[in-house]
């Protein structure tokens, strides 16, 4: 059994300056680190649904070889982050309102049953990390839009480590894997519809902090069910979003 509480990996924002990748940070392998910096790339919608992944133009823009380049985006076809189509290389994978209701619904599923066990589960450190996690979080909220007006990227991966730290006692590898590729499938659909950072906020200020007010008094029932909500409103926020037609996607 694995140690609950793994480390939980902070995606490093999509920077286009090869430095992204000089430095051998938490012993990753050169692809690894590509692979972090791609997906994160994905996420944002910095690299739309549907765009093709062409080497020469990643490979000047990272400062690296064909390939780590290709070790690191066939490491995101096991994340459906990227597909691979035969004689046309890599594309972003595209995105549709049935595949979003799919993500939300295996995130009902999952997630409130691993904060379920994580709060019967987690031990005195496991509570030091979520309040840690949430001061983090509150100390980025500070600044949810950074100078050039799109959301902050450090705001992002606070936010994504609360989540995961909230569920990082359930004891459950697979589940917790399972859980963390949704998160961020799901985060895709939200930063590609556009949700305002601003409601993000005020739901982090309020939904996420009472979440982790229930996980600490060790009132499963009261977090599964306030996390429950917590989901459920995003995606109806993100749903209406995508009906609107409000999302970033290149024809295949």
Same mark, same amino acid.
């Not at 987690?122 to 050039?148: F, K, N």
């Given at each position: 059994m694995?140690?609950?509480g793994?480390? &939980?990996? &902070?995606?490093?924002?999509?920077?286009?300056?090869? !430095?992204?990748?000089?430095?051998?940070?938490?012993?990753?392998t050169?692809?690894?680190r590509?692979? %972090?910096?791609?997906?994160?790339?994905?996420i944002?919608?910095?690299?739309?649904a549907?765009?093709?992944l062409?080497?020469?133009?990643?490979?000047?823009?990272?400062g690296?070889?064909?390939?780590?380049?290709? +070790?690191?985006?066939?490491?995101?076809l096991?994340?459906n982050?990227v597909?691979? +189509?035969?004689?046309?290389g890599?594309?972003?994978?595209?995105?549709?309102l049935?595949e979003?209701?799919?993500?939300?619904?295996?995130?009902?599923?999952?997630?409130?049953?691993?904060?379920?066990?994580s709060?019967?589960?987690?031990?005195?450190?496991?509570?030091?990390?979520?309040?840690s996690a949430?001061?983090? *979080?509150?100390?980025?909220?500070?600044?949810?839009?950074?100078?050039a007006?799109?959301?902050?990227?450090?705001?992002?991966?606070?936010?994504?480590?609360l989540?995961?730290?909230? *569920?990082?006692?359930?004891?459950?590898?697979?589940?917790l %894997?399972?859980c963390?590729?949704?998160?961020?499938?799901?985060d895709?659909? %939200?930063r590609?519809?556009?949700?305002?950072?601003t409601?993000?906020?005020?739901?982090?200020?309020?939904?996420?902090?009472?979440?982790?007010d229930?996980?600490?008094? %060790?009132?499963?029932?009261?977090?599964?069910?306030? *996390?429950?909500h917590? &989901?459920? !409103?995003?995606?109806?926020?993100?749903?209406?979003?995508? *009906?609107a037609?409000?999302?970033?996607?290149?024809?295949?």
């Amino acid at each position: 059994m694995e140690k609950s509480g793994a480390k &939980i990996p &902070i995606l490093a924002h999509a920077a286009t300056e090869p !430095t992204v990748l000089a430095a051998d940070e938490d012993g990753l392998t050169l692809a690894s680190r590509v692979s %972090r910096v791609v997906r994160e790339a994905i996420i944002s919608g910095e690299l739309p649904a549907g765009s093709p992944l062409r080497f020469d133009v990643l490979r000047k823009r990272y400062g690296i070889s064909v390939t780590p380049l290709r +070790e690191a985006l066939t490491l995101l076809l096991s994340e459906n982050l990227v597909q691979q +189509e035969d004689q046309r290389g890599f594309r972003v994978t595209s995105m549709s309102l049935m595949e979003f209701d799919e993500i939300t619904g295996l995130r009902l599923e999952l997630e409130t049953d691993a904060i379920e066990r994580s709060v019967t589960l987690g031990d005195e450190d496991w509570e030091v990390r979520l309040l840690s996690a949430r001061h983090r *979080l509150s100390r980025a909220s500070r600044a949810v839009i950074d100078e050039a007006g799109s959301v902050n990227a450090a705001w992002e991966s606070r936010h994504r480590e609360l989540h995961f730290e909230l *569920l990082s006692a359930c004891q459950s590898p697979w589940r917790l %894997r399972f859980c963390q590729q949704l998160h961020y499938q799901f985060d895709r659909y %939200r930063r590609q519809v556009g949700l305002s950072p601003t409601v993000s906020k005020t739901i982090v200020s309020t939904e996420e902090n009472n979440i982790v007010d229930a996980a600490l008094a %060790r009132d499963g029932a009261r977090a599964k069910a306030l *996390l429950t909500h917590h &989901i459920q !409103t995003s995606a109806t926020e993100i749903r209406q979003s995508l *009906l609107a037609g409000n999302m970033k996607q290149q024809p295949a």
